[in-house]
Nanobody, 115 residues
């Protein structure tokens, strides 16, 4: 069963940066991977996608501030967050693109942006 372990979150001030990591279990190399986030009281939303050959897609809120990358050999997906804003506060998760309902989610990693 596929598994995801996110790390790297923390408490930062507006304008600062963080790099999140997601260690995945072995998955097919052509799997499109994504980062998602869920803010308090809101539904989980897609932040970024990355293909096995490095093509990337970003949400409007992430465009220009976040960078997604992956290491296929190590089964790690990264999300670099820069110019952070209070509205970026959320629990961040990684998973495959459009995960089926039965796909497990990791515990996520909390990002809090506050003065």
């Amino acid at each position: 069963q596929v598994q995801f372990a996110e790390s790297g979150g923390g408490l930062v001030q507006p304008g600062e940066s963080l790099t999140l990591s997601c260690q995945t279990s072995k998955i097919p190399s052509d799997t499109v991977m994504g980062w998602y986030r869920q803010a308090p009281g809101k539904e989980r939303e897609l932040v970024a996608l990355v293909t096995d050959d490095g093509r990337k897609v970003y949400s409007d809120s992430a465009m220009g501030r976040f960078t997604v990358a992956r290491d296929n050999d190590q089964n790690i997906v990264y999300l670099h967050l820069s110019k952070l804003k209070p509205e970026d506060t959320a629990v961040y998760y990684c998973n495959v693109e459009n995960p089926p309902p039965w796909t497990p989610w990791g515990q996520g990693t909390q990002v809090t942006v506050s003065q």
